[in-house]
């Protein structure tokens, strides 16, 4: 899959970048000065964006780091099971199950329509419209 570049330093609050070959979402971002080297070395801390783990790396400030694709779409649920729910996409018509958090469980009801994010394949619903 193609991916965006961008240096270590341009990783701002709220940019998704791929750490340990996992999407993640950087909360912040702190900037060293530049050593006897010359290098400033960049420790950013994310949020994974489908585990929802904490990943803290540091990396030179040149490194770059890769920005994953991510499509926002709508679907709307066509029915519920355990761990899943079976949605129809609103554009393509596509069905197919998401997982969900047990978080949002109480708002999942058939023919309610929710925004999923395909992050590099992986589909994952974020909220309920």
Same mark, same amino acid.
């Not at 609050?13 to 400033?40: F, L, P, Y």
């Not at 040149?62 to 609103?90: C, F």
């Not at 393509?92 to 925004?115: A, G, M, R, W």
């Given at each position: ?65 890769e920005v994953p694709l991510i499509l ?10 355990? +761990?899943? +729910? ?37 589909? +994952?619903?974020?909220? +309920?419209?």
């Amino acid at each position: 899959m193609v991916h965006r570049l961008i240096n270590a330093t341009e990783a701002k609050a709220g940019t998704v970048i791929i750490i340990d070959g996992e999407a993640c979402t950087v909360r912040s971002m702190d900037v060293s000065k530049t050593g006897k080297h010359g290098h400033a070395k960049c420790r950013i801390s994310a949020i994974g964006i489908i585990s929802g783990k904490k990943k803290v790396i540091a990396v030179p400030g040149h490194d770059r780091l890769e920005v994953p694709l991510i499509l926002k779409k709508r679907a709307q649920i066509l029915s519920i099971g355990e +761990v899943t +729910v079976n949605v129809m996409d609103l554009e393509s018509y596509e069905t197919f199950d998401i997982p969900f958090d047990e978080e949002i469980k109480n708002d999942l009801k058939p023919e309610v329509q929710v925004e999923y994010w395909d992050v590099e394949g992986i589909k +994952v619903i974020k909220k +309920v419209l």
